[in-house]
T-cell receptor, first 115, second 118 residues
Framework: AQSVSQHNHHVILSEAASLELGCNYS??????LFWYVQYPGQHLQLLLK??????LVKGIKGFEAEFIKSKFSFNLRKPSVQWSDTAEYFC?????????????FGSGTRLQVQP | NAGVTQTPKFRILKIGQSMTLQCAQD?????MYWYRQDPGMGLKLIYY???????DKGEVPNGYNVSRSTTEYFPLRLELAAPSQTSVYFC?????????????????FGEGSRLTVL
């Protein structure tokens, strides 16, 4: 079974600082990868996703993520965070070709941006 | 469209009580899921369904049951509630047909149901 690890449980940044959230997965085959965001009091929303092709994917609100197959990683980045980016971020994986048709989520990273 | 609707939003149960969390979607999605979210643990899949009449266990199915008699509804039943079931529950749906035969993972989530078992 696949698993997802997010290294940082709680990150505190000042506005305009750069962000990088780590995500590693364990699965030997082809995978589809995702980042979801959950703003305070809201449900999860898709931030970006990777299926194939260019390993650098761009999502909404200036976020991007890079898939590095050799490192089994899919780290999320943003050059300059804003107070409104305060939220919890979840990395998720699903087998690309076979396997259960549901996502496996990481434990989440809580991002707090201070004005 | 209302999207994915969950009820109730909050509920307190006593140990041993039973209840049903309701989930409805009006997008005609064939895939539906129940996840539970615990602090620092991410989302764990409880049950899922790929269509009416078809359900399957996820990672943490013990203590729960589901049914899927129609495309729209996917209720989650808790029998003999235990403190370990205190959590936030999310229902989600996905339109498999748009994925071209593959679950591309863009789930639509409900707003969640916060359950406390005392």
């Amino acid at each position: 079974a696949q698993s997802v690890s997010q290294h940082n449980h709680h990150v505190i940044l000042s506005e305009a600082a750069s962000l990088e959230l780590g995500c590693n997965y364990s699965y030997g085959g082809t995978v589809n990868l995702f980042w979801y965001v959950q703003y305070p009091g809201q449900h999860l929303q898709l931030l970006l996703k990777y299926f194939s092709g260019d390993p650098l994917v761009k999502g909404i609100k200036g976020f991007e993520a890079e898939f590095i197959k050799s490192k089994f990683s899919f780290n999320l980045r943003k050059p300059s965070v804003q107070w409104s980016d305060t939220a919890e971020y979840f990395c998720a994986v699903i087998p690309g070709l076979t396997g259960r048709r549901a996502l496996t989520f990481g434990s989440g990273t809580r991002l707090q941006v201070q004005p | 469209n209302a999207g994915v609707t969950q009820t109730p939003k909050f509920r307190i149960l006593k140990i041993g009580q039973s209840m049903t969390l309701q989930c409805a979607q009006d997008m005609n999605h064939n895939y539906m899921y129940w996840y539970r979210q615990d602090p620092g643990m991410g989302l764990k899949l409880i049950y899922y369904s790929v269509g009416a009449g078809i359900t399957d266990k996820g990672e943490v199915p013990n203590g729960y049951n589901v049914s899927r008699s129609t495309t729209e509804y996917f209720p989650l039943r808790l029998e003999l509630a235990a403190p370990s079931q205190t959590s936030v529950y999310f229902c989600a749906s996905f339109d498999h047909s748009r994925g071209g035969g593959e679950n591309t993972g863009e789930l639509f989530f409900g707003e969640g149901s916060r359950l406390t078992v005392l």
